[in-house]
């Protein structure tokens, strides 16, 4: 019973270390950031547009499978993203809905007009609230919804060519046909 003071921080010690040990785990994927939101409906939204364009509301996407992507100009892993995105706008492989995180609306414009505008409609989330609801860690990420407005998939990081090929463009052919 005299030891339990000295074992006390000791054992403290030991359980911290092993969860800094597992967190910091450099074989850990953070694209397999689990959501709790797969299967369920998206969180509904109104963002305002770029000045001069219509804003972005979840209504617009509902009804169809689409994509929608968060992105922001000060995002370097967006622009390498944007190839990907300007190539599945120009194939129509999907309706794809963009939303600025945390970015000034004069630099949203700036970005899409130096890489291209791949998508049909942009919506600002200056604040970072339709993040938050979403369930966002950090851009870019990228949901797939479904015709009844509920996600289906989550792309953590940057889309690429291997997972468009492998796992979104069959995704979306199953939900076409579904």
């Known amino acids: 019973m005299r030891r339990l003071p000295y074992l006390l921080p000791i054992a ?25 939101l797969i299967n369920k409906p998206a969180p509904e939204f109104a963002l305002a547009g770029l000045p001069g364009d219509p804003g972005l509301k979840f209504d617009a996407i509902k009804g169809q499978v689409a994509l929608v992507n968060f992105f922001a100009s000060w995002c370097e892993p967006c622009r390498d993203e944007h190839t990907v995105l300007m190539r599945l706008a120009k194939n129509n492989a999907v309706a794809l809905y963009g939303i600025a995180y945390k970015d000034k609306p004069a630099d949203t414009r700036r970005f899409l007009q130096e890489y291209g505008d791949p998508y049909r409609r942009v919506g600002l989330d200056e604040n970072g609230r339709t993040a938050i609801n979403f ?9 797939v919804i479904d015709r009844e407005g509920r996600i289906r998939k989550r792309f953590v990081g940057p889309l690429t060519d291997s997972s468009v090929a ?4 069959p995704l979306l052919k199953k939900l076409a046909h579904s």
């Open 12 to 36: 403290l010690f030991l359980a911290v270390a092993a969860y800094f040990l597992l967190a910091l785990n450099p074989n850990r994927d953070p694209s397999l950031l689990p959501s709790a």
């Open 135 to 143: 369930g966002v860690y950090g851009v870019p990420e990228t949901y």
């Open 166 to 169: 492998s796992e979104l463009l």
